[in-house]
DNA sequence: ATGAAAGCGCTAACAG
DNA sequence: CTGTTAGCGCTTTCAT
């Protein structure tokens, strides 16, 4: 059996309430009797119980965040942001992997809510009715990082994706270019159909130029659909002299197919997107991008939370975060 | 305030002693009985308390992961591995991440501990003295995972870095390779002193080949650091004709220097290395390299920890899992 | 098959 | 400044 605030309370003779106190660092402890509370804890090896304490407090300075996957640099380095300011703040994190299918979101949510988690992060594609309505018995706040609320009125950090989209097919606009392809990862994303997707668009039409369905391209999101998914391109009469992908592991498998056909970046295509790897700096050439800055999104959105959880009033329920394009040598 | 199993009961018309048997799948309740009870719950929207019940049971089906950084791609990749086992048998995770600060660690398992979580998977670059003792305090089953014991007789789960650094040396000996550089990660970690380094050595010397001081290069295992001390090795008149690079981050620093000198791979120099991440697949030509089995990694730990925490009988404490070395194109 | 009751280890009034 | 006393919500004997 471990050591108890009751054993420690014995052998201090003092009550179980001076030691709850000395532990907690209330101030109406007589220094003497701190002194010897601690030698006591320290003698013991006492250790205090965070589950009896999480139960009678009713807090367990632990925070939940549900994550798509793990494995992946993107939320990899966002939840680092997370980590960081939580622990900052004293709090532990419950990480899980949803895979982003809506099932497994109702049940990790309901299973953190059931860990008695002081508040959650939340990240995913979209957020379904189903989710909303989950969200909606929680009894504690859930900010959504890097992740589009959609309609609900959650706190919500993230940058402009349509801006940043935008921004990026203008640039190639501006080197000239009339045929600019946009590689996208699933449109079953929202970030994608809603934000990317229409930023690309913008700028086509801004500029008076055509919007061509062949031009667009979906994949699955990996390096090596990219890299399969680049022949559509290449076999076209007309072939794009410019493209927008989604994310550098898609452009770098774009790129290795233009290589690999004998073409030259950006001699004879110019290539941008949304920088989410360390992949866009270790290719060669390197990819001029728009820098995501997860690590901030991570670290911002817990730093919300902990408002939030304090009770303190927040003016802003939706952060924006400031995003920059990176040029690099994939343009001109 | 949220409702409990004494609302449940009460709504019921039954004790709590029968909710509490329904919730947990007990057989001994009358069909009738569960079905009158999880109509209640269902409809009170009755959600059990995980604190309260870890207190009453003394198990949380929490387990602990302390990581070095979960924002790279190797802890990240084992995590999920992790992360998907701890699913199947129903375990949540803390995921904290020390940054291999033995000071951090410490605070963090006694942290972790003092959560009642019912084991740990721990991961660092070695286990100091101090480590090990905390670790002795543990009143639950801590395993490795891709981290050396050295010396405690910790359950661990690893590869045979010694054995695969040799065979990736042997394989450019066999090449035909003289003059062979080692550009590693920092020394103060045990898998690159002890393991990677004492692997090169011993193919060179069995090869009957000289250990050269100066093919031994230390990096911070960042491939800005790497493309910065590639040229150490540019520079030297017996410049290498291969080159040994312990992760696929470093041998990317390196060949993009070797190719901004104007060399070419393999033709000039040849690269091995381990790889940790898509860089070894994404970048042209694609590295040969040793390939770890991150997610195995994590998910054997995992599983191992299982069984550890049933308290059943584990004949193997030191797992070893196979390697692949595949062969692409920075070798011939 | 079900209920009563005693904790699990700690916090949080409330007294003094 | 310190002690007493209720719980927190659930599991778990032990009876019945």
Redo the contacts between chains.
């Keep these: 059996m471990?050591v108890t605030i009751y054993d420690v309370a014995r052998e201090a003779n003092v009550s179980m309430a001076t030691v709850s106190r000395v532990v907690n660092g209330n101030q109406n402890v007589k220094p003497a009797t701190r002194k010897k509370v601690l030698e006591c804890i320290e003698r013991l090896?006492y250790?205090?119980?965070?589950?009896?304490r999480?139960?009678a407090s009713k807090r367990?300075t632990?925070v939940g965040v549900i994550v798509p996957?793990?494995?992946?640099?993107y939320y990899?380095?966002l939840?680092?942001g997370i980590?960081?300011v939580a622990?900052m703040y004293e709090y532990?994190?419950?990480?899980?992997?949803s895979d982003k299918r809506t099932s497994r979101e109702v049940e990790l949510l309901?299973?953190?809510?059931?860990?008695?988690v002081d508040g959650l992060i939340f990240m995913s594609d979209s957020i379904t009715e189903e989710i909303r309505h989950e969200m909606e018995?929680a009894?504690v706040p859930i900010v959504l990082a890097g992740t589009l609320g959609s309609g609900t009125n959650l706190p919500t950090v993230n940058i402009d994706h349509e801006q940043a989209a935008y921004e990026a097919v203008k640039k190639l606009i501006d080197n000239g270019h009339k045929r600019i392809a946009y590689v996208s990862g699933p449109l079953t994303r929202d970030i994608n159909r809603l934000c990317k997707k229409v930023g690309y668009e913008r700028a086509i039409k801004e500029a008076g130029l055509p919007i061509i369905e062949e031009y667009f391209i979906e994949t699955d999101n990996t390096?090596d659909d990219a890299y399969e998914q680049w022949r559509k391109l290449s076999t076209m009469k007309e072939r794009p002299t410019a493209i927008f992908a989604g994310n550098d592991?898609i452009a770098?498998?774009i790129m290795?197919g233009i290589?690999d056909d004998g073409f030259t970046v950006p001699t004879d295509i110019e290539l941008i997107c949304f920088q989410h790897?360390?992949?866009s700096?270790?290719?060669?050439p390197q990819l001029t991008a728009i820098v995501v800055p997860l690590?901030d999104l991570g670290a911002v959105s817990m730093r919300l939370l902990t408002k939030l959880m304090n009770g303190e009033e927040v003016e802003q329920m939706e952060v924006e975060l400031p995003y920059r394009i990176e040029e690099r040598q994939s343009t001109n």
């Excluded at 250790?47 to 009896?52: D, E, K, L, T, Y």
């Excluded at 532990?92 to 992997?97: A, G, K, V």
């Excluded at 700096?281 to 060669?284: D, E, I, N, S």
């Design positions: 471990a090896g250790r205090p119980n965070a589950v009896a999480g139960l367990t632990t996957d793990i494995s992946k640099s990899a380095e939840s680092r980590a960081d622990t532990n994190i419950i990480l899980s992997n309901e299973d953190h809510l059931g860990k008695q018995t009894n390096y592991e770098v498998g290795n290589r790897t360390l992949l700096r270790a290719v060669r690590y």
